[in-house]
């Protein structure tokens, strides 16, 4: 069987899919002929992308889920099971910051930050991941970011988490290698999404001059990595970490 008819017969989850680099993950994974499972906060945002999806000719479908709720998303894991979804692929993406420095830091903005970007992570692999090890496949990929590598003034939360992110990729491909399933991470760099376009102009044109292809990339660079994690062509690929980030981390 072909690449692409295996592709039509599997199921991807992705987070945080209501915009940005969710939402163009979820597409191009639709592309590549999954099925796909929209998962954002908001039931408008992930119900777009799902519209979008199937519009398009796609097959998707929306679950409003507070990534940062560990019950809910446990919930929501046993009622996508107990209907008889079989989720083939995870993109662990959703993702918040809170910046501050340190000292100004209070509690809930650690915290919120944790819970949302890395603790997520533990609940939706925990909740779906059992099923890819007794059915000896399946792809997970967490998608960190270049912050987690260097780590940020004013970021020590999102870095923490990110690089936690990394961490807990690395163990998981240890633990699931044998069992076929691939664990990977990826770590964008600067990319257009709303989350940079609050960026002054000043910052923007600092930050490029640290990039050596001058440019932000787009939230479609990181999802083509992240088709390609997902296919038949890195069967022998886990426990790895791909900067996509325009040469700023090499």
Known sequence: MSEENNNTLRTALVTGAGRGIGRAIAEKLASDGMRIICVS?????CGAAAEAISDAGGDAQSVAVDVSDGAAVSQACEQLLSSGV?????????GITRDNLLFRMNEEEWESVLRTNLTSCFHWTKGLARPMTQRRWGRIINVSSVVGVT???GQANYAAAKAGMIGFTKSLAKEFAARKVTVNAVAPGFIETDMTSELDERLREAVVKFIPMKRFGQPQDVAHMVSYLCSEGAAYVTGKVFTVDGGMVI
Request: hydrophobic fraction near 35%.
């Open 41 to 45: 906060k908001s039931p408008d945002s």
């Open 86 to 94: 079989e989720v083939d692929v995870l993109v662990n993406n959703a």
């Open 151 to 153: 780590g940020n003034a």
